[in-house]
């Protein structure tokens, strides 16, 4: 039998009433209802939230309203947003951590019940694909981790990464308006800039999946000037892009409905409805000249999308099509067409 959901903390409850509440002001005494307290009580969770930066407009004999929120991330904040949205999930904040891919797995061998979340507002050892460092300081990304007990065969592990890739696409699209591409296998991009990179690690058993964690490491409100010299010109943010900042904890908050619910469709399998699609939809590489490198080889070719295992499909110049599991894929540069070559138009 799953255990019954544990109850919110009376700071997520009392943000979670203000922001279902809009505009409209909430009473203390509602508030002090519905949270099973004090007046008393009620105001002083109201003091220790504005403390973290929230502010409360008092409305005259009427309540009290959220005038705003801090803007680096807050675990009542998101958690208030989640409930706001009818969906919940126990999610760890922490000031600073080595890796959320590395927390969660601790806290998953250590028994924590899955799903959970972990975020941080910075990374000392973020780490990507093959070993790579994932830049991680303190300037308004994302950098989150989420565990779950799939207990699956590992072969359908395959597709989980791009699955979790075409959500965070869509939830950027709605959320944002901006539309991300994806880079096989694993990379978010806008204008051909990285933004985003995911990186899922699981624990094996002989023929089960025991854990496994999706890390997310999204560049959300970085500064231009906030990359080192290597990222410069291959990073950028969905600020940068957008040239507008985004609402960080709104932001988080729907990344982790949307992964939730992105994990219940993987697992039952009716993801397989729209996945080809949405794949196609954000692929960048399709129809594009390639080259994948895999260990020592390197095979160049026009990319021609995925397979239903989600490995890539390529057709070389000898008109084969070969098919990868994993490797390093690069976009060639298509020279630009000549000039010379162009029929003139009219007026030209
Ligand atoms: C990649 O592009 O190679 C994947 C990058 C994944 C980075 C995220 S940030 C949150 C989580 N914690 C980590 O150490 N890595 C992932």
């Known amino acids: 039998m799953s255990k019954p959901p544990r109850p919110a903390p009376p700071e997520v409850l009392i943000l979670g009433a203000l922001l279902s509440a809009g505009a409209a002001p909430v009473s203390g005494a509602a508030l002090a209802r519905q949270l099973g307290v004090s007046r008393v009580a009620v105001w002083q969770q109201l003091e220790k939230l504005r403390a973290q930066g929230f502010v409360f407009e008092g409305v005259r004999a009427r309540g009290y309203r959220l005038a705003a929120g801090p803007q680096a991330l807050s675990a009542p904040l998101v958690s208030a947003h989640l409930r706001a949205h009818s969906a919940g999930c126990p999610l760890t904040l922490l000031d600073e951590v080595d890796s959320t891919n590395d927390e969660a797995a601790r806290q998953l061998a250590a028994g924590r ?118 990222l410069r010109g291959r990073a950028i943010s969905l600020a940068e892009h957008l040239g507008a900042p985004l609402d960080l904890n709104r932001l988080a908050a729907a990344l982790v409905g949307r992964v939730l619910l992105a994990y219940d469709r993987f697992v039952d399998g009716s993801y397989a409805e729209t996945f080809a699609d949405l794949w196609n939809r954000h692929d ?65």
């Open 113 to 230: 019940s899955a799903p959970f979340a972990v975020l941080a507002r910075r990374q000392t050892s973020g780490r990507g694909r093959l070993g790579r460092a994932w830049h991680s300081t303190d300037s308004g990304n994302l950098y989150a981790s989420f565990a779950f007990r799939p207990r699956l065969a590992p072969a359908r592990m395959q597709t989980f990464t791009l699955w979790m890739g075409v959500n965070v696409c869509e939830l950027l699209t709605n959320f944002s308006g901006a539309v991300p591409s994806l880079k096989w296998p694993n990379d978010l991009l806008f204008a051909g800039r990285k933004a985003g990179g995911m990186l899922t690690e699981a624990r094996v058993d002989a023929d089960e999946i025991r854990d496994l964690v999706f890390g997310l490491g999204l560049n959300v409100n970085a500064p231009a000037t906030a990359w080192p010299g290597d």
């Open 284 to 348: 960048v590489l399709r129809g594009r000249p390639v080259t994948v490198l895999q260990g020592p080889d390197r095979v160049s070719g026009t990319a021609l999308g995925i397979d239903d295992e989600g490995s890539l499909l390529l057709r070389t110049a000898r008109g084969r099509t070969q098919r990868f599991r994993a490797g390093e894929v690069t976009l060639e540069k298509v020279p630009p067409p000549d000039t010379a070559a162009r029929p003139s138009r009219p007026g030209e």
